[in-house]
């Protein structure tokens, strides 16, 4: 049984000082590096968004961050503008090792439709191509770390269960945005979806 581990968006902007920041963000990089130097797989994942991105509040008229409004695939919250492409805020935090990195994997990159997950976009449909990837290398079980806990860590976790694999989120390696109640909803779904949690 091969164990992938899967970094998620671990990036400038979700850490202090960037435009999307999470509590703590930062404090994750030393745990993850020296699991990396552990695990047989390593997958991270890059938040990639183009200039004008329809997540971002400031592409509609009359929102402002953390509003939600109707997509055509459902309920969407809107953000700061966060992770363009080429931009620092989009760089993998500097203190994170990549070379132990097996692929770098970008998801949120078309215009119109966001992607939390690592596996499918916000319509819970459009593949990102993750599942072939560990799929061909054999891998049946994951370790879950990252930003953020109760958003992309979260809808990773959910759709990586739904999948068949053996997921487990290992949360002292991540940190979450906590909107509004959002990640004790995250935690409830995840373990509904079968997920492990583990601290
Ligand atoms: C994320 C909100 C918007 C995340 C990405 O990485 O959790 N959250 N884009
Ligand atoms: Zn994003």
């Keep these: 049984m091969t164990n992938a581990l899967i970094v998620i968006d671990v990036q400038n902007d979700f850490c202090p000082g960037g435009a999307l920041a999470v509590a703590g963000g930062d404090e994750i990089v030393g745990e993850i590096n020296a699991l990396m130097l552990s695990s ?3 997958v991270l994942t890059q938040d990639w968004h183009p200039k004008g991105h329809s997540s971002f509040a400031s592409s509609h008229k009359g929102k402002v961050p953390f509003d939600e ?9 809107l953000w ?3 992770c363009i492409q080429g931009t620092k805020g989009a760089k993998i935090h500097k203190g994170l090792l990549t070379e132990p990195a097996d692929m770098i994997l970008r998801k949120g990159f078309r215009p119109r439709i966001d992607s939390y997950s690592a596996f499918f976009e916000n319509d819970r449909t459009t593949p990102t191509g993750l599942d072939g990837y560990l799929r061909t290398r054999g891998v049946s079980s994951l370790t879950l770390v990252g930003l953020a806990l109760d958003f992309c860590v979260n809808y990773s976790a959910q759709d990586a269960a739904k999948l068949g694999f053996d997921v487990a989120v290992l949360q002292s390696a991540c940190r979450a945005i906590d ?9 409830a779904a995840m373990g509904a979806a079968g997920v492990k949690l583990k601290d």
């Design 69 to 77: 409004i109707e997509m055509p695939y459902g309920r969407q919250t």
């Design 40 to 42: 047989e797989v390593v």
């Design 80 to 82: 700061p503008d966060h």
């Design 179 to 187: 909107l509004n109640g959002s990640l004790d909803a995250a935690r």
